[in-house]
């Protein structure tokens, strides 16, 4: 008994390491020098034809550390009976994939066998940032690729539902602090939600309650209208703050007028600490860039169980 114990607790120490030491931003200096343009290039191109691709780079880089670390088993197809995580619940709405194959194809062209996908995943994340007016920042790389990808292991991303305690455990399991937790919610700066994701804010929130009173009432309204209780439009939603292209700290402007979407961002509000760190980054757009680079790299620092490069980031060799 024992040694399971002991077997399980350096389970969980290896699941919410870190990279750190093993990655660096010179990483491919020798072996790929453009690595980095490569990629840039890739998303601007596909960029300058959907001006959804910030978003969705930035949600694909999140939902691949936060399952297996960042070993980009997200980008893993679906193979026989094995549903791979793209085709969990939360992924279906991912999108995107084609910049991260482009920007492979290019690499190999250049540097066969070199750059992982993980990394490209990492590189794309910050490029959709950058390019879309936030800050950008040295990717630290080295990460490696991992061969395994599970759709009922997209349960443990956190969910829009979560409360603060929810939140708390999720980040914490991986290593994140609850200030982390705070700056990278801030991500939602870019992006649009279906409704789906914050149904239960504004229809049957509580028995006593059909709204949630912590909406702005003229927001929650405009929300009923785009989400009737029963709707039937499938790609139905609303922008995650009021700019969505932009990245900047209009979300945390907007929950404090509580016009947030997801109940995960109201919950922000709900402790002392977090609503001092809203608050903060809702008056100093500097203080949150600077903030959310240092988490953005804690997170894509979560260390992976990958081994290799793929060749293909869609499967495994």
């Known amino acids: 008994m024992n040694v399971y114990f002991l077997s399980l607790i350096l389970t969980v120490i290896l699941v919410i390491s870190f990279n750190t030491e093993a990655l660096s931003p010179h990483y491919y200096d020798h072996s790929c020098p453009q690595a980095d343009q490569i990629v840039t290039n890739a998303v601007k191109k596909a960029m300058s034809n959907d001006k959804t691709i910030p978003a969705a780079l930035l949600r694909m880089h999140f939902h691949d550390c936060f399952v297996r670390g960042c070993d980009a088993s997200v980008l893993l197809d679906s193979k026989g009976k094995n549903k791979a995580e793209k085709d969990g619940p939360p992924n279906i709405s991912l999108h995107a994939f084609y910049v991260i194959d482009n920007a492979k194809k290019a690499l190999e062209e250049q540097c066969p066998g070199v750059v992982s996908c993980a990394d490209i995943v990492s590189l794309a994340a910050r ?33 829009p539902t979560f409360n603060i305690s929810q939140l708390q455990q999720s980040f914490g399991q991986r290593g994140l602090s609850m200030h982390d937790l705070v700056v990278l919610s801030g991500g939602h700066t870019l992006g649009f939600a279906h409704c789906s994701s914050f149904q239960n804010r504004i229809n049957n929130f509580s028995t006593q309650k059909q709204v949630d009173p912590t909406l702005n009432p003229s927001f929650a309204a405009s929300l009923k209208g785009i989400c009737p209780a029963h709707n039937k439009a499938k790609n139905a939603g609303a922008t995650m703050d009021a700019s969505t292209t932009s990245f900047d700290n209009i979300y945390y402007k907007m929950l404090m007028q509580g016009k947030s979407l997801f109940s995960s961002d109201q919950a922000l509000l709900t402790t002392p600490s977090t609503k001092k760190l809203v608050a903060k980054y809702a008056t100093s757009m500097e203080e949150y860039e600077r903030a959310f680079v240092k988490s953005m790299i804690k997170m894509s620092s979560i260390s992976g169980n990958g081994n290799e490069v793929r060749l293909n980031c869609r499967r495994v060799r």
Do not use: F, H, N
């Open 127 to 159: 490029d959709a940032v950058a390019l879309s007016g936030g800050p950008t920042w040295e990717v630290p790389k080295g990460r490696k690729d991992g061969r395994v990808s599970k759709a009922i292991e997209t349960r443990q991303l956190p969910a």
